[in-house]
C-alpha cells in the first residue's frame, strides 16, 4: 500500500540560512495527544544484553539469586558466587526444591579442616554498593538435606572485598530444619563501603558446623526501593524516569515477553513482572502500553499457525490478570491476592515485537490473524498494536495502530524530519520508537538529531499519538547496544544528553499544535510551535534545534498575537559534539538551565549551534 502522499501541513517553506523568519498561525491545526511523550521499555535481562530489568530497574541486588535456567553441576551455574573459607559450592537439582518455579539449589558443604568463616558471598551486578545508615533488608532459604544435631548461627552480612565487614546479623538455625525455611534480616552499615567492590555474604563458623552439608535457595537483598514498594525499583534509576513526566510505560520489554527464556538469548529472573509493572505505571501515573508474545523469536523460531493456540490462551490469560474480576477469572484472582483487587487500567496491547525483524514478516501475516481475531473476541474494547513496518505485509484485521521502530544514523534523522508529513492520513496511527545513535554512542551530537526528528512528531501529532526513545537503559560494565537514555554501574547512573532531549519535549508539551512557516528539509534549523491551553494565561512554547556543528543561527518569529508577553524563557541543551556523560565525565553535558530572554509579537532568537531550544511565553 502506498501511504505516503507529501501533504503539506503548515503555511510556506522557508530555507534556514543565517537568517531565518518563521510566520506563526493564528489558529491551531490538531490536539496534541495526551500519550506523545513516554518509556518504552527495551529488553530486561540478568547476565547478557542490557540489564535494565534485572540488575537494573529492578532493585534486587543479587544476581543468579535462585540459580534459574542454569545447568546443575557447571561452574557457570556458580554465576556471581564465591566460595568463603574454603567451602564446596555446587548448584543442584534439589529432590525436594524450594517450588516447582526454582528446582535448583545452591549446596554448600563446610571442610572439615576450617576453623574460620566459611559459606558463600554474592558479588552483585558487577559491584555492589554499599551505604552507611541503609537499611538493606536480606532473606534466604535453607535446609539441611539430612537431620543433624547442629544448633547454631548463620551469619548474614556485608562485606567490602577486603573483607571488612560493614554490617552483620545472625539467623538461629537447627540441623533437623530438613524443610524449606525462609530467613530474613535486616542489614543498616555504620559506615559506606569500598565503592562497589563490595559483597553479600552468608557464612557459619567453620568449626562448629564442620562436614555438615547446607542447601540454600532464593537468596534476595534489596536497599531502599521507589515508594518503598516490597519488590519495587531502583530509587534512582525510577526517580529519574518519573522525572520526564512520562505518559505512557510499554512494557514488558523488548522481545521478552510471556515469561520466556528472552529473545536474546539472555536469562531472565521474572522477579521483575507484569504486576510490578503495574503498580510502576500507576505510581509514575502513566498509561500501560502492554505486550504479548506473538509467536516468533530472534531465533528465527516461529510457531506454526497449527500450534498457536497455547500462546494465545497465555496472551488471553495476561489480559485477564490485568483487567479481568477476580470474582470470575482465577488470574485476576492471582491479581487480587497479590493486593490489586481492582483492574488495572489497560487500553493498548501489542501484538509481539518489532516483527519486521528477519523473517518474522514472512510469518506476522498468519500469527496476527489469530492473535488479534481471539483477542478481539475476547476484549473488544481493547486496541491491538501491529509491529511489522506499516502496511508491510498487508494485515487482515486491518491494524489502527503500528508501534513503528527507527534505530538509524544522525545523517538519517536529520535528513528525515519530515518522515511523517509524507504519510497518508487514512485513520492510522503510530507509535514512534526511536534512536539517531545506532552508529555511534549517545552523545550532544546524536540527542540533537534526536530532537531535530522529534519535531516532526508534534507536527504531525495528528496521526503519531505515542513517541518514545528506546533503548532506556543500560548497565556501563555490560554494554551490548551503545544507544541508551541512562547508563548507571552498581553504585551510581549517568544521565545521557538524549535524557535532555527526551526531558525537554515531554516536560515541554501543548495542548495544540500551530502551524509555522516549515523548516528546510535539507536545512539545519528545525522548529515547531505549540500552545498550552491547560495554563492561565495560555502558553506558548516554541522548540528550536540547530543540527549545524559550528554555525549559530538567527531565526525571526512573527506571532500572530498582540498580547504576546515581552519576556518570556529559554531552556538550552547542548555540548561539544562528541561528549558524552559517563563515570569519567558525569556532566560532560550538563543539564539544561532556564534562563530569561526578551519576546513579543516579534522577536529574533540566536540559536547555538548544536542545540535544542525550549522558548516560552504567554499569549
Not at 34 to 58: K, R, V
Not at 136 to 151: K, V
Not at 417 to 443: H, K, L, P
Not at 458 to 466: G, L, M
Request: proline share 6%.
Amino acid at each position: 500500500m502506498l501511504f505516503r502522499t507529501g501533504i503539506a501541513l503548515a503555511l510556506v517553506s522557508a530555507s534556514c540560512s543565517a537568517q531565518t523568519t518563521v510566520t506563526v498561525s493564528s489558529t491551531p491545526s490538531h490536539p496534541i495527544p495526551t500519550a506523545l511523550w513516554g518509556i518504552m521499555y527495551e529488553a530486561s535481562s540478568e547476565l547478557t544484553a542490557t540489564q535494565s530489568g534485572d540488575g537494573g530497574l529492578y532493585a534486587e541486588l543479587l544476581q543468579n539469586r535462585a540459580f534459574q535456567k542454569v545447568t546443575p553441576g557447571t561452574t557457570a551455574a556458580l554465576s556471581a558466587w564465591t566460595s568463603i573459607g574454603s567451602a564446596n559450592l555446587t548448584v543442584i537439582a534439589d529432590p525436594t526444591p524450594v517450588s516447582d518455579a526454582l528446582p535448583n539449589a545452591l549446596q554448600v558443604v563446610i571442610p572439615t579442616s576450617v576453623s574460620t568463616a566459611a559459606g558463600v558471598a554474592n558479588t552483585g551486578y558487577a559491584g555492589l554498593n554499599v551505604s552507611s545508615g541503609t537499611t538493606y533488608h536480606a532473606s534466604f532459604y535453607y535446609r539441611f538435606p539430612a537431620s543433624t544435631s547442629f544448633s547454631g548461627d548463620i551469619t548474614v552480612s556485608l562485606q567490602s572485598t577486603s573483607g571488612s565487614v560493614l554490617a552483620s546479623s545472625p539467623v538461629t538455625v537447627s540441623g533437623d530444619t530438613t524443610s524449606w525455611t525462609q530467613a530474613s534480616v535486616e542489614l543498616k552499615p555504620e559506615r559506606d563501603g569500598d565503592g562497589t567492590s563490595n559483597v553479600f555474604a552468608v557464612t557459619v563458623n567453620g568449626e562448629e558446623v564442620a562436614g555438615e552439608t547446607i542447601h540454600f535457595a532464593m537468596f534476595s537483598l534489596f536497599p531502599p526501593t521507589y515508594k518503598d514498594r516490597q519488590n519495587g525499583m531502583r530509587k534512582d534509576i525510577a526517580e529519574a524516569l518519573e522525572a520526564l513526566g512520562p505518559s505512557f510505560f510499554r512494557f514488558p520489554g523488548g522481545n521478552n515477553l510471556a515469561s520466556r527464556l528472552g529473545d536474546w538469548r539472555y536469562i531472565n529472573t521474572d522477579g521483575l513482572g507484569i504486576y510490578e509493572y503495574l503498580v510502576w505505571c500507576e505510581d509514575i501515573k502513566a498509561e500501560p502500553i502492554m505486550a504479548v508474545w506473538a509467536g516468533y523469536a530472534l531465533q528465527h523460531e516461529t510457531i506454526a499457525e497449527v500450534n498457536l493456540g497455547p500462546y494465545i490462551q497465555q496472551a488471553i490469560d495476561q489480559i485477564y490478570f490485568v483487567v479481568g474480576d477476580p470474582e470470575t477469572n482465577e488470574h485476576a484472582a492471582r491479581r487480587a491476592a497479590l493486593g490489586h483487587p481492582d483492574p488495572f487500567y489497560l487500553k493498548y496491547v501489542e501484538i509481539g515485537n518489532e516483527d519486521f525483524v528477519a523473517a518474522a514478516a514472512t510469518t506476522y501475516p498468519y500469527r496476527w490473524k489469530a492473535i488479534v481475531s481471539a483477542l478481539k473476541t475476547e476484549f473488544p474494547d481493547l486496541y491491538f498494536i501491529a509491529t511489522t513496518f506499516p502496511f508491510d505485509p498487508i494485515l487482515d484485521p486491518e491494524p489502527t495502530v503500528y508501534d513503528n521502530h527507527l534505530y538509524e544514523s544522525t545523517t538519517w534523522m536529520a535528513q528525515n524530519t519530515f518522515y511523517y508529513d509524507d504519510y497518508e492520513r487514512n485513520g492510522t496511527q503510530y507509535f514512534e520508537v526511536s534512536s539517531s545513535s545506532i552508529v555511534a554512542r549517545g552523545n550532544t551530537n546524536t540527542a540533537i538529531t534526536d530532537a531535530a526528528f522529534m519535531t516532526g512528531f508534534e507536527r504531525n501529532a495528528d496521526i503519531v499519538f505515542a513517541a518514545a526513545y528506546a533503548p532506556v537503559l543500560m548497565h556501563i560494565q555490560n554494554q551490548r547496544w551503545h544507544p541508551n537514555m541512562i547508563n548507571f554501574d552498581a553504585g551510581a547512573m549517568y544521565l545521557s544528553p538524549a535524557y535532555y532531549t527526551q526531558l525537554l519535549f515531554s516536560l515541554n508539551r501543548g495542548t495544540d499544535y500551530i502551524p509555522s512557516t516549515l523548516p528546510d528539509r535539507n536545512g539545519t534549523l528545525f522548529w515547531t510551535v505549540v500552545q498550552n491551553t491547560a495554563t492561565t494565561p495560555t502558553q506558548l512554547i516554541i522548540k528550536v534545534v540547530n543540527t549545524a556543528v559550528d554555525t549559530s543561527a538567527d531565526v525571526t518569529f512573527v506571532l500572530p498575537f498582540g498580547n504576546a508577553s515581552s519576556e518570556g524563557t529559554v531552556q538550552i541543551l547542548t555540548g561539544p559534539q562528541l561528549a558524552m556523560n559517563n563515570p569519567t565525565t558525569p556532566n560532560a553535558v550538563p543539564p539544561p538551565v532556564k534562563s530569561a530572554i526578551s519576546t513579543g509579537s516579534t522577536f529574533t532568537y540566536s540559536a547555538t549551534a548544536l542545540s535544542l531550544s525550549v522558548i516560552t511565553l504567554t499569549i
